[in-house]
């Protein structure tokens, strides 16, 4: 009965796509449908009193580095969190928010972190609107020393496969994908930059605070069973690593 499960991620575990999903709901916060993965394992777990051993702690256009915000971890505000993760605080202010995450997460057992989709997909959407006009703002500012890039040698390596990574864009049909419905695409050339700079940005920052959510975590409650969702690996035969506490942990997925 004193067991107690806490979910943290984006909107893949508001329910987002599902049938009862009311989007912005509680500004995306504490959408507790049942037919949701965590839900269900919530269920199953604790039975009918599911609701009162549950927190689900989750919000659409979360980052890896936004959830670290949220944990209290030493890490720089950015452009983004200011625009689309302050408004919807849970708590209102930032401090009070951080003291609901750290204090639900020292009373759980088990805790699942499904997060990264808002690295990628929605960043890197968020910013090519910005860059080609679609949506009012300057572009976000993509600071890369922020997400582990500092030396000149590596940013050489990056603008490479920035030259590399736009044909690819085009080939794989994103220019389509990105573009919103009834806009004319006035300079494809830029647009396919915009989307190989955020989905490398989006990389490049998952890759960084990933490692540093886990650790952050277990440092709040290093007793608590880690449950990881939503990772996947697109390469056969190559083993994916993340460095926690200095050890190298496999993930075999």
């Known amino acids: 009965e004193d067991s107690y499960y806490v979910s943290l991620g984006d909107s893949t575990i508001t329910g987002y796509g599902l049938k009862d999903y009311e989007d912005g709901q509680q500004n995306g916060w504490l959408q507790l449908i049942s037919t949701a993965a965590h839900s269900v394992l919530a269920q199953k777990l604790f039975g009918d009193n599911w609701k009162n051993q549950f927190t689900n702690f989750c919000q659409g256009s979360l980052r890896a580095d936004d959830l670290l915000i949220l944990l209290d971890g030493e890490i720089e505000l950015d452009d983004y969190y200011y625009a689309e993760i302050e408004p919807n605080l849970m708590e209102g202010t930032l401090e009070a928010t951080q003291k609901k995450y750290i204090d639900n997460i020292k009373r759980a057992d088990l805790i699942s972190v499904a997060i990264g989709g808002g ?26 020393a922020r997400v582990g890039v500092e030396d000149s040698e590596t940013m050489d390596e990056l603008n490479e496969a920035l030259d590399l ?44 605070y990933y490692p540093q959510v886990l650790a952050r975590i277990k440092e709040i409650n290093p007793d608590a069973q880690l449950l990881i969702l939503g990772m996947f690996n697109p390469v056969d035969d190559w083993t994916m690593a993340i460095t926690i506490d200095g050890e190298e942990v496999i993930l075999d997925i």
């Open 119 to 144: 690295n990628f997909l929605t960043f890197a959407g968020k910013y090519v609107n910005r860059v080609v006009g679609t949506t009012e703002g300057e572009p976000y500012a993509l600071d890369w």
């Open 165 to 208: 990574l736009v044909p690819i864009v085009d080939a794989l049909g994103l220019l389509d994908q990105y573009l919103p419905a009834g806009v004319e695409m006035e300079n494809p050339a830029k647009f396919a930059r915009a989307i190989a700079e955020g989905l490398l940005y989006g990389y490049a920052s998952y890759n960084y």
